[in-house]
């Protein structure tokens, strides 16, 4: 009956002939998003829509979350799984694949007026972002006395994000380990707005993003032991921009990967990801090692 039924709703014209689409569904960082949103663009063009693709934010956290209980195909992410993350998926029977997609730089930043504050050392991002900074460094004077006696602001990628946990290892030496009282948000976006209008703020996100404000945003020098260096294509790929580079990823599920659609769509995503990341300003990887993931 049911089948009867469901053809009498074709013949008709009342069933969605777009709810039969075949779905492909992404979610996770808001740093990789910009890639994989052009990757998606693009196979649908190529596919002619026959192929639809939902793209969603969470921070690499939330993302794992989802993909870890078989909720997503394909995992955006801004470091690599965590032991916790790889349990979850191995009681869940979720196999799955990782590939690096490009590299990245976390870019430290502060409003473009910001004069005052040019350059920090990781011994500075350390004494501002440590847990124990949250009632002793609440001013830019008490991380230097040549800097303001003004308020400290901070604004940083929320506590699901890949990038805070990236930033909060490298910087203060556990990840997730950080003062609390900053403003957090997964949408590097919003971050970029509100660093944007306050000149008390230093905050961090995607090098990506900077990129494309730089006439609101201004990147500040890091030394991690390499001298002062901004983060660029060059700094990055020849890993002197340190302790803040670091590739990021797509996780395919294994069992989504024998799906036609999503392999081919993993399959058109490695092949133009060196154009698809320049784009989203970010760094490719060498060209090797997109064949190597594809293969």
Same mark, same amino acid.
């Given at each position: 009956m049911k089948g009867i039924e469901a053809l009498k709703k074709f013949i008709s014209g009342t069933v969605d002939l777009d709810s039969h689409k075949v779905v492909i569904d992404i979610y996770g960082s808001s740093t990789v998003y910009p890639i994989t949103k052009l990757a998606t663009e693009e196979f649908r063009k190529a596919k002619r829509g026959a192929t639809e693709i939902t793209l969603g934010i969470?921070?690499?956290?939330?993302? #794992?979350?989802?993909?870890?209980?078989?909720?997503?195909?394909?995992?955006?992410?801004?470091?690599?799984i965590l032991k916790k993350e790889i349990d979850a998926c191995r009681e869940a029977g979720?196999?799955?694949?990782?590939?690096?997609?490009?590299?990245?730089?976390?870019?430290?930043?502060?409003?473009?007026?910001?004069?005052n504050v040019m350059a920090m050392t990781a011994a500075d991002l350390k004494k501002i972002w440590e847990p124990i900074a949250e009632k002793e460094v609440t001013r830019w004077? &008490?991380?230097?006395?040549?800097?303001?006696?003004?308020?400290?602001?901070?604004?940083?990628?929320?506590?699901?994000?890949?990038? #805070?946990?990236? %930033?909060?290892?490298?910087i203060v030496g556990k990840s997730g380990s950080s003062r609390n009282d900053f403003t957090a948000s997964v949408d590097h976006n919003a971050l970029v707005q509100g660093i944007a209008e306050d000149k008390d703020v230093v905050g961090f996100l995607g090098y990506a993003y900077f990129s494309k404000n730089k006439d609101k945003l201004a990147v500040v020098l890091i030394d991690g032991? &390499?001298? %002062?260096? #901004?983060?660029?294509e060059e700094t990055v790929m020849e890993g002197r921009y340190?302790?803040?580079?670091?590739?990021?990823?797509?996780?395919?599920?294994?069992?989504?990967?024998?799906?036609?659609?999503v392999k081919e769509f993993v399959e058109f995503y490695l092949r133009n990801a060196p154009k698809l990341v320049r784009r989203a300003k970010y760094i490719p990887l060498p060209d090797g090692a997109y064949k190597l993931a594809a293969e």
């Open positions: 969470s921070g690499t956290g939330g993302g #794992f979350k989802k993909f870890c209980r078989g909720e997503t195909d394909i995992s955006n992410t801004s470091r690599p979720i196999k799955y694949i990782e590939l690096p997609v490009a590299y990245d730089g976390i870019a430290v930043v502060v409003n473009a007026k910001n004069e004077n &008490n991380v230097k006395r040549m800097w303001p006696e003004t308020p400290l602001k901070l604004y940083a990628p929320g506590v699901s994000s890949g990038t #805070f946990d990236y %930033f909060t290892e490298a032991g &390499n001298g %002062f260096l #901004f983060p660029s340190q302790p803040l580079s670091r590739p990021v990823f797509i996780y395919v599920n294994n069992r989504a990967a024998e799906r036609p659609e």
